[in-house]
């Protein structure tokens, strides 16, 4: 499994996270017109940082008093997005901003999904016996 995971990189990883993302989008954009909903946003590099660095540091937990080193967050890089315009009922959701973060996060999505098809095409292709 180690080889597969070099030969796909960070690239299986990064499909998951613009899954996400595209969820909270979604989200967002449902709750548009609800009173007092506060818009958030998924951080990429944060969650996609986080994951490359699992297993790469070891921590070690010297004194009772310190955080456990494998305790994570639930939602690490899930933050509220500060709107450009606020509105009078409380709801930070801006439909424009929101539309457009869901459309350019689904063309990186398809282009990762792209790039991920080619590259088991190319394993394939070298398991082929003829």
Do not use: C, W
């Amino acid at each position: 499994m180690d080889r597969l995971d070099r030969f796909f990189g960070v690239s299986g990883q990064a499909l998951e996270v613009r899954s996400q993302r595209l969820a909270v989008l979604a989200s967002n954009i449902a709750n548009a017109a609800t009173p007092g909903y506060r818009a958030r946003d998924l951080d990429f590099a944060a969650v996609l940082a986080d994951r490359e660095a699992d297993g790469r540091l070891p921590l070690v937990r010297t004194a009772a008093a310190h955080i456990d080193p494998g305790a994570r967050p639930a939602e690490p890089a899930l933050r509220y997005r500060r709107p450009v315009q606020g509105a009078m009922d409380g709801n930070s959701v801006e439909l424009a901003v929101e539309q457009v973060q869901f459309a350019e996060t689904a063309l990186r999505y398809r282009t990762s999904l792209a790039f991920l098809d080619s590259r088991i095409g190319a394993l394939k292709a070298a398991m082929r016996i003829e």
